[in-house]
């Protein structure tokens, strides 16, 4: 059966009772990017305070009844851990934030605040790409006191040397959280530029304030990404823009996108001689990071190959239970790491591969079902959207930062970052909680 959706609830205006809670929210996320410590202060007040507000509205909800089995799930597959303490420790990466999707599945519930949110999100991501070019062009690095304070430290020419990575602890990690932020600004630029098109009084005045700081914004975060050398926020950026193209249905720009796509891909992986005479046009820069022949001759240990192979063998040896969270490490560094080669790896560079090795096939099933769910019921909105209304184009916005969040995690793992794990589900929650608030009651 077709779900049904009552439009207008979108423009409703916030619950008075959550008013408090909200800006919390807005105050934590503003500040949390640059200063985390100080930021989770008031988003904990939040989650809590919306779960006190509604909860018993939250105890009715079927996908939180579904999350409260999964939680119990995972308690019981470290209880079965190959490495208890290991896994125990693990839960606190799922847990508190399966808190922050309830709570703030309730607290965020129209569009106006998914702007709003975005909004605050995009702000503090300038500041951030300026500290990551003052640390790759002029070897900038934080003073130890800086470090005591923010619980973080900014290494002179970049983690890795030559890869940007700002205030995060590593590059492929600054490029997660640039990737969202990157997203969300174009889906604002957009709706912006629109507005002042419709609103223009004068022939070719279609620009205004928020629009120019958006373009500075966008600019800044595109170069940043090509900057961490990361190749999946290289993937993703052009698929998102590639995304808001195929929205619009603007020709121009997917033709574009998908020329400029195929030439680095060609000069990549195109047979002699395409390649050779791409290779002349594309610097080398793009093709060698993506030949990988920027970083020859690694140990066969730090290969994504080998690291997927090894989560793989742990699936098949226990498909049901897992081995338990955070116990890729230790066996992996038990088999692999040497006196002359030591080894230690943080996890297999793939989220999915590392849930079906660590709780096993069962639980990652549930786990992915639930986020599932979640998405696939705001397709369904956008589709029974009357219109191209500029709310219509922020839903479409956070679904695809998610997507791309989740994309981004399928060639690695960001959930062992306290901020690009927040903002990943925040974004579930806020599309969540559109959901919940635009169906027929």
């Given at each position: 059966?077709?779900?049904?959706?009552k439009?207008?609830?979108?423009?409703?205006?916030?619950?008075?009772?959550?008013?408090?809670?909200?800006n919390?929210?807005?105050?934590?996320?503003?500040?949390?990017?640059?200063?985390?410590?100080?930021?989770?202060?008031?988003?904990?007040?939040?989650?809590?305070?919306?779960?006190?507000q509604?909860f018993?509205?939250?105890?009715?909800?079927?996908?939180?009844?579904?999350?409260?089995?999964?939680?119990?799930?995972?308690?019981?597959?470290?209880?079965?851990?190959?490495?208890?303490?290991?896994?125990?420790?693990?839960?606190?990466?799922?847990?508190?934030?399966?808190?922050?999707?309830?709570?703030?599945?309730?607290?965020?519930?129209?569009?106006?605040?998914?702007?709003?949110?975005?909004?605050?999100?995009?702000?503090?991501?300038?500041?951030?790409?300026?500290?990551?070019?003052?640390?790759?062009?002029?070897?900038?690095?934080?003073?130890?006191?800086?470090?005591?304070?923010?619980?973080?430290?900014?290494a002179?020419?970049?983690?890795?040397?030559?890869?940007?990575?700002?205030?995060?602890?590593?590059?492929?990690?600054?490029?997660?959280?640039?990737?969202?932020?990157?997203?969300?600004?174009?889906?604002?630029?957009?709706?912006?530029?629109?507005?002042?098109?419709?609103?223009?009084?004068?022939?070719?005045?279609?620009?205004?304030?928020?629009?120019?700081?958006?373009?500075?914004?966008?600019?800044?975060?595109?170069?940043?990404?090509?900057?961490?050398?990361?190749?999946?926020?290289?993937?993703?950026?052009?698929?998102?823009?590639?995304?808001?193209?195929?929205?619009?249905?603007?020709?121009?720009?997917?033709?574009?996108?998908?020329?400029?796509?195929?030439?680095?891909?060609?000069?990549?992986?195109?047979?002699?001689?395409?390649?050779?005479?791409?290779?002349?046009?594309?610097?080398?820069?793009?093709?060698?990071?993506?030949?990988?022949q920027?970083?020859?001759?690694r140990?066969?240990?730090?290969?994504?190959?080998?690291?997927?192979?090894?989560?793989?063998?742990?699936?098949?040896?226990?498909?049901?239970t897992?081995?338990?969270?955070?116990?890729?490490?230790?066996?992996?560094?038990?088999?692999?790491?040497?006196?002359?080669?030591?080894?230690?790896?943080?996890?297999?560079?793939?989220?999915?591969?590392?849930?079906?090795?660590?709780?096993?096939?069962?639980?990652?099933?549930?786990?992915f079902?639930?986020?599932?769910?979640?998405?696939?019921?705001?397709?369904?909105l956008?589709?029974?959207?009357?219109?191209?209304?500029?709310?219509?184009?922020?839903?479409?916005?956070?679904?695809?930062?998610?997507?791309?969040?989740?994309?981004?995690?399928?060639?690695?793992?960001?959930?062992?970052?306290?901020?690009?794990?927040?903002?990943?589900?925040?974004?579930?929650?806020?599309?969540?909680?559109?959901?919940?608030?635009?169906?027929?009651?």
């Amino acid at each position: 059966m077709k779900p049904k959706f009552k439009i207008e609830n979108l423009k409703s205006i916030l619950d008075p009772s959550l008013e408090l809670c909200w800006n919390f929210a807005q105050l934590g996320l503003l500040i949390f990017p640059l200063f985390p410590a100080l930021g989770a202060v008031p988003l904990a007040l939040a989650i809590l305070g919306t779960g006190k507000q509604k909860f018993n509205t939250i105890i009715k909800r079927p996908l939180n009844w579904g999350i409260a089995v999964l939680s119990l799930l995972l308690v019981f597959s470290a209880s079965l851990a190959f490495n208890r303490p290991e896994a125990f420790l693990g839960l606190a990466n799922f847990l508190p934030f399966f808190l922050l999707l309830i709570s703030f599945g309730e607290l965020i519930q129209t569009p106006t605040q998914l702007r709003r949110v975005a909004w605050i999100l995009v702000l503090p991501s300038l500041p951030i790409v300026i500290l990551g070019y003052l640390q790759l062009f002029l070897s900038w690095g934080s003073p130890s006191l800086l470090e005591t304070i923010v619980g973080y430290a900014i290494a002179p020419t970049g983690n890795p040397p030559g890869r940007m990575a700002s205030v995060f602890m590593y590059a492929n990690i600054l490029a997660a959280y640039l990737t969202i932020v990157f997203i969300l600004a174009q889906g604002l630029l957009i709706e912006n530029w629109q507005l002042a098109t419709k609103r223009a009084e004068e022939r070719g005045k279609i620009t205004n304030s928020q629009s120019l700081f958006l373009i500075v914004v966008v600019i800044a975060n595109a170069i940043a990404l090509i900057l961490t050398n990361s190749r999946n926020a290289w993937a993703l950026a052009p698929l998102a823009c590639l995304a808001f193209a195929v929205y619009l249905g603007w020709r121009w720009l997917v033709a574009a996108v998908a020329g400029i796509g195929g030439i680095v891909l060609s000069a990549a992986y195109a047979p002699s001689p395409i390649n050779e005479l791409l290779r002349k046009i594309v610097p080398a820069f793009f093709w060698a990071r993506l030949t990988d022949q920027m970083y020859q001759n690694r140990p066969i240990p730090f290969l994504r190959t080998t690291q997927w192979n090894f989560a793989l063998w742990m699936t098949q040896q226990r498909p049901l239970t897992g081995w338990g969270l955070r116990n890729f490490t230790p066996l992996y560094v038990a088999k692999y790491s040497t006196t002359q080669i030591p080894i230690w790896l943080g996890h297999p560079h793939s989220l999915f591969l590392m849930l079906t090795a660590e709780i096993g096939i069962p639980i990652a099933m549930l786990f992915f079902t639930l986020v599932g769910w979640v998405i696939a019921q705001s397709i369904l909105l956008l589709r029974d959207w009357p219109g191209n209304s500029q709310d219509r184009l922020i839903l479409f916005s956070f679904i695809v930062a998610f997507l791309g969040c989740t994309l981004f995690n399928t060639v690695d793992v960001t959930l062992f970052d306290l901020r690009v794990n927040t903002l990943g589900w925040l974004l579930l929650a806020a599309i969540c909680g559109v959901v919940y608030h635009s169906r027929v009651k």
